[in-house]
């Protein structure tokens, strides 16, 4: 008795020592309290997890065990995983020290992926809703019931009124095997992730300078003298990448982090700015007023390489210190010390992430960020380079080869040059294919009529207004009427109620996830609702592309669990009950309806000359993954070895085939090196000249190259007038007559031209001007939702378009209204570390849901003063949609005054009401809770349709 | 019952009782000294078996590469 | 002879968590315990500082000093171990340690009812090693394996360090040589008596 009541004691002794000076966040959303004492912890169990948390694996210590090389699904870093295996079971993990992209190291969700091996919280077995219950079914029951409806469907309204959302998690082959199945299906109504994370980067980088990819490497950062951080929270999404920023801010780099919220990133800065959300593009161009006004740019440089930045001068001479002020709210001794900074210290290199991309005026951010790059010569350049980190393990992939609706694998258009090129890859008929789709034509949104096939699909941000719109007001013969979620979470997308609203109207939704997701149980459906268990990235093999570029090959940890399948599997068996199998799986090897990813890639190898993906065949990547141990962690370069002089698995562009071994491409648009050592120079791709000025390159070119100054990009004729046509052999000349660098199936051109010193895409001038844009110079324009309405008139947004996408969309008529009086605080969101994406997967590993059991609000303590908010206390969100959700008030400085920051990973919770009882039986994520996107609102890219996600408003009261 | 008898019980039970703590049979309680199961893998020829490895374990880990 | 200490390098330390979801995933610990955490300090303001915790093996373990029933001994590498089966429960240990480190399960979990539970610096405890008592007392044995604490294996910017004392400290002086500054070794001096 005496003992149990001292023990007792202890819970409510504070913590004594170092511990009892920390209340920090976690502290604050218990369960890893120590403040409260360890004693107390079980007490905040969900129910029943006790005994399920700790059934202690078995370790047969004279039973073998064999290790299997994979890479974390987490996050775009790449970093190296070794599980070990015995008896099929997953049951142990160690750190990959030989990887060079992490050395080992992981992040929480990387430290505890052993999880995934034997998780109970999946989705077990098909199921659909009978009468609102989950019921079980076959994968044969769950095959022929959805195709005979997606069929009927097809039948009644068109191949267009079915929208698929693939994924930025599956692996290369899965996800360019989802993007080929919705062409083979009929339709450009597919989407992934990567629309509402980095699409605005990736046209606006691309429209800039060529690729759109991160120009350089996490690794490449140890070259960096000058670190910017704009929007970007590596310590959370990223931190593996921190290791990297770390150790060059060690050896002097300068880190500087700008960013509405002091973030765990900010907490390392030398420097830290913080600004009103939604005014990048005033910061920035308050930075280049410093850079211009003390003549710190290259001129040198811009002579040679950049186009159009007398433009961006005469915008940015509008940008005084005090209207900078005025719009972002930093002082000019602020803004200096940055341009100061970056000018002092070269190369400097520019990281960005959804803080710069999610807004409607994305693509502006991510040019003005280019622009100021460009301006102090760092890209192209060990060490500088626009480090844009992506979001998803394989988000960087997806976007080159996976289900994109505007283009196809390879960023080929989805105009016939396009398609004809795919046919050629696929050996299908073209006119075959073209007669899968509607025949008719719609609104081009240009004044003009325009084929299905030959327009961009409903997108991943907008699938719920192709539901909701009127029919009449959509680009296609009908609205959407059923939605397949294969690999993606709802929960990421905003205006959550009427996301709901729309799920309940299609005639058929299908999950295809290992987890059940929010889609399962936001809605009140009571029919035709799907559930496939689909395999993690653990239970097959596969490639997939990390930010850098780099294509690791993931090796098969486990058997899929239960009855999970692959992601290529499941497209096999759909599409074979669709009828199109033996045409999209002609050149495809399928071992037990499993089309093999070997032979996917060397397909993918095929195709896609445009970016560099041909170089890295299945054997070359897995020779890569074995000799990781060879690879320099700065600059990627084997040193000795089998793979010598080779840049780590081969980052694309990796141009030629196989054989030929090029390199890889370490840091994109590299003078100082020979293209087949991985150097290049800016992509020719938007003519020769403008306005009598010259678009190429003006004495610059790639070490070795043998034209001495720009050139456009080849084709034969330019090979046959330079009279290098005949070192092409007799076979590639039968491929490549008549093609160019991009079409020539035999590789012949790239080969010969790289021969010759030169870059098969020309050679050019970066596009500080993108006139093809709504803003050729990027503007500022107020977010929709302002919590400045003064700023408005001056910097209004866009007027609204009839179609775009597909579908009507506003910009100007939502922001015709006031309502920071009613909605006085931004609403901002981000990430977590512990969780990913829609959070489903990661809230449901006990490792992780324990560090964070609560949805909440980040609030400074005036605003909460303001509306009565206490910490720790339960609070309504409200947005000006209507959408509101009731969570947890975290009172902090972290947030400015006037700014509350909400992550979204959490789901399972709708309005304040938990939708526990919604999922399948043992289903649920252990942690569940409002999602942030229910509160938020309207508005879209001008280029893209990347969603507003970081600027809007919203109010917070008492529960 | 006289007081005496008892007294001498008490004597006797005593010195038994004493003379019990210097056989074999009975362990002396030492405060601060471990009590429980011997660990081998905590012995110093154990520590000095691993302790090669465990260095260099510690530099391959830990010094960036 | 090598010495096992851990240090967490407070200028790397991005409260990441691997190193709490380490342990779990290792010693498969259950929910509710915790034998480290991440210690944060100014969270949210200027100076934020973070620095993971766990138990530290010290030189003079005061846990060991007021434990009633002394289940606590050292190995000859210097690491602080207990038995489970001699331990009451009773919650001295929390008292003593200036770290925090001892954890109680509530139920069943690690061996019985309200049993300490710590950090063992994956080096099991006494049992046979790698035998099933000794897994699920204490959890795996990777010290006898040749290989050091998973939580500072895969520490996200290796901030964590673990392993003998010697090299530990080498690794970070020269850090603070490259960077500058003074070190802050947290719990180091109060864990092992001197300064790195």
């Not at chain 1, 050395?103 to 999880?115: E, T, Y």
């Not at chain 1, 700008?258 to 920035?284: E, N, Q």
């Not at chain 1, 159009?308 to 509008?318: N, P, S, T």
């Not at chain 1, 000359?609 to 020779?623: F, M, V």
């Amino acid at each position: 008795m005496k003992l149990r009541k001292k023990t007792a004691a202890a819970v409510e002794q504070p913590a004594r020592g170092l511990l009892a000076k920390a209340i920090g966040r976690r502290t604050f959303l218990h369960g890893s309290g120590l403040a409260v004492g360890g004693l107390a912890a079980a007490s905040m169990l969900p129910t029943g997890m006790v005994k399920k948390a700790h059934a202690a694996r078995k370790i047969d210590r004279d039973v073998e065990i064999t290790t299997a090389k994979s890479i974390c699904t987490h996050c775009s870093v790449g970093c190296g995983v070794i599980a070990e295996v015995q008896d099929g079971v997953w049951v142990g993990q160690e750190p990959n020290f030989d990887s060079p992209i992490n050395l080992g190291a992981h992040c929480a969700k990387g430290a505890s992926l052993r999880n995934h091996g034997h998780s109970t919280r999946r989705v077990r077995y098909p199921m659909k809703l009978v009468g609102g219950r989950w019921e079980r079914i076959s994968w044969e029951q769950a095959v022929e019931e959805i195709g005979d409806k997606l069929l009927q469907i097809r039948e009644e309204s068109g191949p267009d009124s079915v929208w698929f959302a693939g994924s930025s998690k599956a692996n290369n082959e899965g996800a360019y095997l989802q993007r080929k199945f919705a062409a083979f299906w009929g339709s450009n109504n597919c989407d992934h992730q990567a629309r509402i994370c980095h699409s605005t980067t990736v046209a606006g980088v691309a429209n800039t300078w060529g690729y759109g990819a991160q120009t350089n490497s996490y690794n490449d950062i140890n070259n960096s003298k000058c670190i910017i951080m704009c929007g970007s929270n590596a310590a959370e999404a990223h931190p593996v990448a921190m290791q990297m920023i770390l150790r060059s801010k060690e050896n002097g780099a300068k880190l500087v982090v700008m960013d509405p919220r002091f973030t765990r990133t900010a907490a390392h800065a030398d420097t830290y700015v913080r600004f009103r959300s939604g005014t990048d593009v005033a910061l920035m161009w308050g930075i280049l007023y410093h850079v211009f006004e003390n003549e710190w740019e290259d001129k040198e440089y811009i002579r040679q390489r950049v186009y159009g930045m007398d433009k961006i001068r005469e915008e940015v001479a509008k940008w005084t210190p005090d209207e900078v002020e005025r719009v972002t709210g930093v002082p000019e001794d602020g803004i200096y010390a940055v341009a100061k900074t970056m000018a002092e210290n070269r190369p400097g290199t520019f990281i960005w992430c959804m803080g710069g991309t999610q807004h409607t005026i994305g693509n502006n951010y991510v040019r003005a960020y280019n622009c100021l790059q460009l301006a102090l010569g760092n890209i192209g350049v060990e060490g500088g380079g626009a480090n844009i980190f992506r979001g998803h393990d394989n988000v960087q992939g997806a976007t080159d080869v996976g289900p994109n609706p505007d283009n196809l694998p390879g960023y080929y258009p989805i105009a016939e040059a396009g398609w004809k090129h795919w046919c050629r890859v696929w050996d299908v008929d073209y006119d075959w294919l073209a007669g899968r789709f509607d025949q008719a034509e719609y609104d081009d949104g240009q004044g003009g009529k325009i084929k299905p096939m030959n327009s961009g699909g409903i997108t991943v941000s907008r699938w719920i207004d192709g539901i909701l719109e009127d029919r009449e007001n959509i680009a296609q013969r009908d609205n959407l009427r059923a939605v397949m979620m294969w690999g993606h979470a709802p929960n990421s997308q905003t205006r959550g109620p009427e996301m709901k609203r729309a799920m309940e109207m299609l005639d058929m939704l299908v999950v295809i996830d290992p987890y059940p997701t929010v889609t399962a149980v936001l809605h009140d459906r009571k029919d035709n609702t799907y559930l496939l268990p689909a395999a993690t990235q653990f239970e097959q093999a596969g490639s997939c592309t990390a930010s850098n570029r780099s294509l690791q090959w993931r090796e098969k940890v486990i058997d899929p669990l239960f009855e999970h399948k692959a992601d290529s599997e499941i497209a096999y068996l759909l599409a074979a009950k669709l009828g199109f199998a033996d045409e999209m799986f002609k050149n495809i090897s399928v071992e037990n309806n499993m089309p093999q990813p070997e032979s996917v890639l060397r397909e993918i190898n095929r195709g896609t000359w445009s970016i560099g993906y041909t170089g890295q065949s299945p054997e070359r990547l897995k020779a890569h993954m074995r000799n990781q141990a060879d690879f320099d962690v700065v600059s990627l370069k084997a040193r000795g070895g089998e793979l010598d002089g080779e840049t780590y698995c081969l980052p694309w562009p990796c141009y030629g085939t196989p054989e030929l071994k090029h390199p890889g491409t370490h840091v994109l648009y590299d003078t100082s090196k020979h293209v087949m050592d991985g150097g290049g120079n800016f992509r020719a791709n938007f003519g020769t000249e403008r306005d009598g000025e010259t678009l190429l390159a003006e004495d610059s070119w790639s070490k070795g190259a043998e034209i001495q100054g720009g050139y456009p990009a080849f084709d034969s004729d330019i090979l046959k007038q330079l009279g290098w046509w005949d070192e092409l052999t007799d076979e590639e000349k039968r491929h490549a007559d008549g093609m160019s660098w991009t079409t020539d199936l035999s590789g012949g051109i790239q080969r010969v031209v790289m021969k010759h010193g030169c870059h098969p895409f020309g050679n050019a001038k970066a596009r500080a001007v993108v006139w093809n844009f709504p803003d050729d110079v990027p503007l500022h324009r107020e977010p929709l939702y302002t919590p400045r309405y003064d700023l408005v008139e001056e910097f209004p947004t866009y007027e609204d378009r009839k179609i775009f996408y597909r579908l009507p969309t506003r910009w100007e008529s939502v922001q015709a209204r006031d309502y920071s009086r009613e909605f006085p605080l931004i609403h901002t969101s981000g990430r977590l570390v512990e969780y990913e994406g829609g959070g489903e997967e990661t809230r449901s590993n006990p490792w992780l849901a324990e560090l964070k059991q609560d949805m909440f609000v980040e609030i400074n303590p005036a605003d909460a003063n303001d509306s009565g908010v206490r910490n720790g206390e339960m609070v309504w969100l409200e947005g000006p949609e209507g959408g509101r959700i009731r969570i947890k008030a975290l009172v902090t400085e972290r947030v400015g005054r006037g700014t509350v920051f909400s992550p979204f990973h959490f789901g399972g919770h709708f309005q304040g009401e938990d939708l526990l009882s919604k999922y399948p039986s043992e289903s649920s994520p252990y942690v569940r809770g409002e999602s942030t996107n229910t509160a938020t609102t309207y508005g879209y890219d001008s280029v893209t349709m990347m969603q507003e996600t970081k600027t809007t408003l919203c109010r917070v009261i008492p529960a | 019952m006289p007081r005496k008898p008892l007294h001498l019980l008490a004597l006797a039970l005593l010195s038994g009782a004493l003379a019990a703590c210097g056989s074999d049979q009975t362990t002396m309680y030492e405060p601060g000294v471990y009590k429980g199961k011997q660990d081998a893998a905590a012995s110093e020829e154990a520590a000095e078996r691993r302790s090669g490895e465990l260095r260099s374990r510690a530099e391959r880990g830990f010094t960036d590469r | 002879m090598a010495r096992m200490k851990f240090l967490c390098d407070a200028e790397r330390c991005i409260e990441c968590q691997a190193c709490v979801t380490a342990c779990k995933n290792e010693h498969e610990v259950p929910w509710g315990v915790n034998r480290r955490r991440v210690i944060v300090m100014n969270d949210g303001k200027p100076g934020e500082k973070a620095v993971s915790v766990a138990c530290m093996h010290c030189t003079d373990a005061p846990c060991a000093a007021v434990c009633p029933v002394d289940c606590f001994y050292t190995t000859a590498d210097g690491i602080v171990l207990h038995d489970k089966d001699l331990c009451i429960g009773c919650g001295y240990c929390f008292y003593a340690c200036p770290f925090g480190a001892p954890q109680y399960p509530q139920q069943s979990a690690f061996g019985v009812r309200g049993k300490m539970d710590k950090c063992t610096f994956c080096a099991g405890g006494p049992e046979e090693v790698h035998s099933s008592a000794e897994l699920t007392k204490y959890g795996t044995n990777r010290v006898e394996e040749g290989k050091l604490p998973l939580c500072a294996e895969m520490c996200s910017t290796k901030a964590l360090l673990a392993g003998d004392g010697d090299i530990v400290a080498d690794i970070y002086r020269k850090r603070i040589i490259t960077r500058g500054g003074r070190p802050q070794t947290w719990g180091w001096e109060a864990a092992y008596g001197e300064g790195v």
